[in-house]
């Protein structure tokens, strides 16, 4: 079993930036797609950024203000959200599936962002 443990959730006025943790608790090298996703009271989970297949991907209406990182070092995923929108607020899930676990996904328990007007 993987552990995911997300940080650095918060309070933040429109405009303003915040970076979220993802700590994995083994190699990130044993994981795949990566990413983070987003729900709010109400809508449906929705995939916000994600690492995969070598590459990077986004929602739209993220674009251009989130970026995804990793850091094989720390064994940790950030999410680097800027001029961020009170319609950003949700809680947001680090999510990984094994590269070596047929069907095996992980979850975090989510952090909150709240970006007030």
């Known amino acids: 079993q993987v552990q995911l443990v997300e940080s650095g959730g918060g309070l933040v006025q429109a405009g303003g930036s915040l970076r979220l943790s993802c700590a994995a608790s083994?190699?990130?090298?044993?994981?795949?797609?990566m990413g983070w996703y987003r729900q709010a009271p109400g809508k449906q989970r929705e995939l916000v950024a994600a690492?995969?297949?070598?590459?990077?991907k986004y929602a739209d209406s993220v674009k251009g203000r989130f970026s995804i990182s990793s850091d094989n070092v720390k064994n940790t995923v950030y999410l680097q959200m800027d001029s961020l929108k009170p319609e950003d607020t949700a809680v947001y899930y680090c999510?990984?599936?094994?590269?070596?676990?047929?069907?095996?996904?992980?979850w975090g328990q989510g952090t909150q962002v709240t970006v007030s007007s």
């Open positions: 999510n990984a599936k094994s590269r070596f676990e047929l069907g095996a996904v992980y």
């Open positions: 690492l995969v297949s070598g590459g990077t």
């Open positions: 083994r190699s990130i090298f044993s994981l795949r797609d």
